[in-house]
């Protein structure tokens, strides 16, 4: 029975170590990235467009706004640890409007979408309700031209494999 040296397997242990070692940074968990964008902000209750404006200014993002969108809306603040889309999510909240981003840093709001069906034009579908029986053969039990999935109603002369069409007569005796 042969053996393996010890000294013969060495090289092979330190190649497995230094791919176990290279690879693990791979296997972070993406969890402390995302704790790595959320920060501390301090909204009070009050109009929209100052919430917004305040926040903004914190986050140091850009935020395009219509002032006739958030005109006359109020936001109920907020507190706490906020990544920044997180933020204005909940600054937005009930008001109708949602966050859309331009760019790197850059935002500006939109009337949210209402509802999520969707709507289309009237449509008119046209079918043919052709025979798929076709001529008979002798003793009327089986037809010359049949339904053939996606080839449609064909003579089994015009069909790429072998077929056998029986008549409606045919099937109910």
Known sequence: MSSVSPHRLRPLLHFSLLLTLNSSPLFISTSWADTANRRAYEVPAGTLSAALTRFAGQAGVNLSVDPALVNGRNSAGLSGDFAVEEGFT?????????????????????????????????????????????????GGQVARK????????????????????????????
């Open 90 to 138: 909940r600054l937005l909240q009930g008001t109708g409007l949602q966050l859309v981003s331009v760019g790197d840093q850059a935002y500006t709001l939109i009337p949210a979408v209402q509802s999520t069906s969707l709507q289309l034009a009237p449509t008119s579908i046209v079918g043919d309700v052709g025979s798929t029986d076709g001529q008979e053969y002798a």
């Open 146 to 173: 049949g339904s053939q999935g996606m080839l449609g109603s064909r003579d089994f002369m015009e069909t790429p494999f072998s077929m056998t069409t029986y008549t409606q007569e045919a099937v109910k005796n």
